[in-house]
C-alpha cells in the first residue's frame, strides 16, 4: 500500500463518484434493496422451524439479529466483491493510483456507499422491523452499533481479498458464494448454535461473521457472558486484522490477464 492516510475531502469524492455509478446500474441497486428484505421473510420462516425460548418474540430478535448478518454479507460483501472487480477491469482502480488518493483512501472510498447503504438498512430494520415482528429493542445499541461498524471494516477488506481471486463481475456469483452458505449456515444467521452440537457450535465460533453476530446478539438481548463477548471481540479482531494483512498482499490493481 502507498499509505494508510486517509484525507476526508478525497474519501468522499471518491464515495460520491462510487455511489453516481451504483445508482446507475439499476440491477446492482435493486439487488442491494430488495435481497435483504427477501432473506430476512426466509429467515424469519426459517427460524420458526426452531422451538426457541421466548417464543414469538424470540423468533423475532433472533430474526432481527439474522437479518443484521444479511445485510452485512449482501450489501457490503458481495455487493463490493463486484464493485472492486468491475472498476479493476475498467482501469478506474488503476488510473486513481496514479493520482493524489492512497490505496486506503482508493479502497474506503469504493466501500463507503455500500457501507452507508448497509447502516442505513440495519438502522430500518431495527426500528421497522422490531415493530413489525414484536420484538423488543436493543438492550446495548452501542454495542451492536460497534458489532456492525466492525463487521462493515472486516467484510470491505475480505470482498477486496475475494476480488484477487474473482476473473470478472459475471463469476462474483460464484466466488462470493463460500463465505456466504458458510456464514448464514455456520453465524447461526439461519441455524441458532445453540441448536448445533457442542464440538460444532466450538468451531463454528471461529467462522469470519461469527464474532460479529455473537455480539450484535449480545447487544440486542443482553444474555451473552463476560466470556463470551470477550472470545467474540478476540476473534472479530483476528480476523480483521488477517483480512488486512491478505489485502496488502494479494489485492489486484490492474486487470486479471
Known sequence: MNTLTLDPGRLFALGRSELTLLVRNRATLSVALLMPLVMVY???????????????AAIGEATLTGGIGMVLILVVYMNLVSAYVARREELVLKRLRTGEAGDLEILAGTALPSAVLALLQ?????????????????????????????????????????????RNVESAG?????????????????????TMPEKLASVCELLPLSGVMTLVRAGWTGTEAGTDLARAALVTLAWIVITVFAVQKWFRWEPRR
Do not use: C, K, Q
Request: charged residues 5%; hydrophobic residues 55%.
Open 42 to 56: 426466509v429467515l424469519h420462516s426459517s427460524l420458526g422451524e426452531f422451538d426457541l425460548e421466548g417464543g414469538t
Open 122 to 166: 440495519v438502522v430500518v430494520l431495527a426500528v421497522a422491523g422490531a415493530a413489525a415482528l414484536d420484538a423488543t429493542a436493543p438492550d446495548n445499541p452501542l454495542l451492536v452499533a460497534a458489532a456492525v461498524l466492525a463487521g462493515i471494516v472486516m467484510l470491505a477488506g475480505m470482498s477486496a481479498v475475494t476480488s484477487s481471486f474473482t
Open 174 to 194: 460464484i466466488t462470493t458464494l463460500p463465505l456466504f452458505l458458510v456464514t448464514t449456515v455456520g453465524s447461526g444467521l439461519f441455524v441458532p448454535t445453540d
